[in-house]
Nanobody, 123 residues
Framework: QVQLVESGGGLVQAGGSLRLSCVAA????????IGWFRQAPGKEREFVAA????????DSVDSVKGRSAISRDNTKNTMYLQLNALKPEDTAVYYC????????????????WGQGTQVTVSS
């Protein structure tokens, strides 16, 4: 079993930045791909960004490309999502999720989930 805890969300003005963290316990962290998803009220959960087991391959949704960065520190069992130039449409609950080895864009493929951290961007 893997337990995931997100942190780093909050209220920020448009144009600001946040760094979200996902800390994992249990399992062997270096064997897991970590994905970030978000869900706004009335919307379906959508893929945001992910990294594979060794951080050598990453991906992100078009809406955050150029203003996001994803990384992981296996010594701290932590994955980070840096979001810059935040927009009101980025407002959502952000979740991290884990599966073995390789990331996908589909929430149903992930086995473990955190409880989410709220990101609110004011105009």
């Amino acid at each position: 079993q893997v337990q995931l805890v997100e942190s780093g969300g909050g209220l920020v003005q448009a144009g600001g930045s946040l760094r979200l963290s996902c800390v994992a316990a249990g399992g062997t962290f270096s064997r897991y791909a970590i994905g970030w998803f978000r869900q706004a009220p009335g919307k379906e959960r959508e893929f945001v960004a992910a990294t594979n087991w060794n951080g050598g391959s990453t991906d992100s949704v078009d809406s955050v490309k150029g203003r996001s960065a994803i990384s992981r520190d296996n010594t701290k069992n932590t994955m980070y999502l840096q979001l810059n130039a935040l927009k009101p449409e980025d407002t959502a609950v952000y979740y991290c999720a884990a599966r073995l080895w390789y990331y996908t864009h589909y929430a149903s493929n992930y086995n473990y989930w955190g409880q989410g951290t709220q990101v609110t961007v004011s105009s």
